[in-house]
């Protein structure tokens, strides 16, 4: 007797059960240049492979080895030395489908440096500009100082 979410083995029925997560990887930030672990742990009969992608790339999470077999259930991915933005995506499958989630891990901005500080004139306010280094101030419309 075999349906699509039971098999028989030994007389028993045995249910089969497609992916689903059971850990998801959450979004988190980091300081430029910091470590940080990205866990997903998935589950299912039979039990799903775990990998993880930054865009449409596979990334390692075997370390050196090339020939590490994809884990089975959990996965975690250790990034260290993060310089940059990134969404990373587990995706848990099996021969019952397969799922994915998105977790971002986002860099924190560097403290202010100089060039970056702008000053207004009356009333004084100063504030940090990351993405234009030559803007003006919003206040008055005034050039940098």
């Known amino acids: 007797m075999l349906c699509s979410r039971r098999v028989c083995c030994r007389g028993r029925a045995v249910r089969r059960v497609p992916p689903h997560f059971s850990i ?3 979004s988190t930030e980091v300081v430029e240049g910091g470590s940080v672990n990205l ?19 596979d990334v390692r999470t075997g370390g050196d080895d090339d020939d590490a077999p994809t884990p089975i259930g959990k996965n ?3 990034l260290s030395d993060v310089r940059r933005t990134a969404t990373y995506t587990c995706v848990a499958s099996s021969e019952l489908g397969s799922i994915e989630h998105h977790a971002e891990v ?4 560097q403290r202010a440096h100089s060039e970056n500080l702008l000053l207004c004139p009356r009333p004084m306010r100063a504030f940090w500009d990351s993405a234009i280094r030559a803007s003006v101030c919003p206040i ?3 050039p940098r100082l």
């Not at 009969?45 to 449409?56: K, L």
């Open 140 to 142: 008055a419309q005034l």
């Open 76 to 78: 975690v991915l250790r």
């Open 39 to 57: 866990t997903c742990v998935a589950v299912g009969s039979p039990m799903p492979y775990v990998r993880w992608r930054r865009g449409s790339a």
């Open 106 to 109: 986002r860099v924190r901005g």
């Open 24 to 26: 998801l990887p959450e």
